[in-house]
């Protein structure tokens, strides 16, 4: 059974850093493209970054491009999001995905795994 499970969530004050992971099971990522989104309270989900199974290319939203960083291990087939200088618009359940029918810019389109979401919180 191919599934996403997610870790690494929490709180921190504006301008601190958290790193979310994926560990995949039941498939591969680098076969696939991955990414992120992310729901903020009262909004829908929103892509934020997606990574081309390709060659790695990867596409940010301006919302998080040089803060927050895709990456994964393939030895431990595990997908990561590095996310620094935080801020309190930031607060989200964020939830990894791959699969799918490839990237649209940021947005993985129609992905065919997703992790079940890690909540963020940025607050003082």
């Known amino acids: 059974q191919a599934q996403l499970v997610g870790s690494g969530g929490g709180s921190v004050q504006p301008g601190g850093s958290l790193r979310l992971s994926c560990a995949a099971s039941?498939?591969?990522?680098?076969?696939?493209?991955i990414a992120w989104f992310r729901q903020a309270p009262g909004k829908e989900r929103e892509a934020i970054i997606c990574m081309t199974a390709s060659d790695g290319t990867t596409y940010y939203s301006d919302s998080v491009k040089g803060r927050f960083t895709i990456s994964k291990d393939s030895a431990k087939n595990t997908m990561y999001l590095q996310m620094n200088n935080l801020k309190s618009e930031d607060t989200a359940i964020y939830f990894c995905?791959?699969?799918?029918?490839?990237?649209?810019?940021?947005?993985?389109?129609?992905?065919?795994?997703w992790g079940q979401g890690t909540q963020v919180t940025v607050s003082s």
């Open positions: 995905a791959g699969g799918g029918n490839g990237c649209r810019g940021y947005s993985l389109q129609l992905p065919d795994y």
């Open positions: 039941g498939f591969f990522l680098d076969y696939y493209p």
